[in-house]
């Protein structure tokens, strides 16, 4: 059973960046990824990589966000550059077997969710 613990969350101003870091609690091949959930709307598909390190992402975040990871330390990085108030939500690391897996929201692993809130 793989644990997973999201950091880095917190409140920016419109234009600015932060970093969350998803670390899993064992040494995993599963591709991991990003998801975002705002109040009243559904589950939104951010971000997802693979154990090769081939990426993918959404339409609205290509080319702010760049999702990364450190199978060594068993982490994955979501770099948010040019956050806009519409990024506002909680955010939710996943893991399982594939990227496209990961695309249409299943998930075999999930963890607890943390807060980005911009500011406009």
């Known amino acids: 059973q793989v644990q997973l613990v999201e950091s880095g969350g917190g409140l920016v101003q419109a234009g600015g960046s932060l970093r969350l870091s998803c670390s899993a609690s064992?040494?995993?091949?599963?591709?991991m990824g990003w998801v975002r959930q705002a109040p009243g709307k559904e589950r939104e598909f951010v971000a997802a990589?693979?154990?090769?390190?081939?990426?993918y992402y959404a339409d609205s975040v290509k080319g702010r966000f760049t999702i990364s990871r450190d199978n060594a330390k068993n982490t994955v990085y979501l770099q948010m550059n040019s956050l806009k108030p519409e990024d506002t939500a909680v955010y939710y690391c996943?893991?399982?077997?594939?990227?496209?897996?990961?695309?249409?929201?299943?998930?075999?692993?999930w963890g607890q969710g943390t807060q980005v809130t911009v500011s406009s």
């Open positions: 996943n893991a399982d077997a594939t990227i496209l897996i990961l695309r249409r929201g299943g998930s075999r692993y």
């Open positions: 064992e040494q995993t091949s599963y591709a």
């Open positions: 990589i693979n154990w090769r390190e081939s990426t």
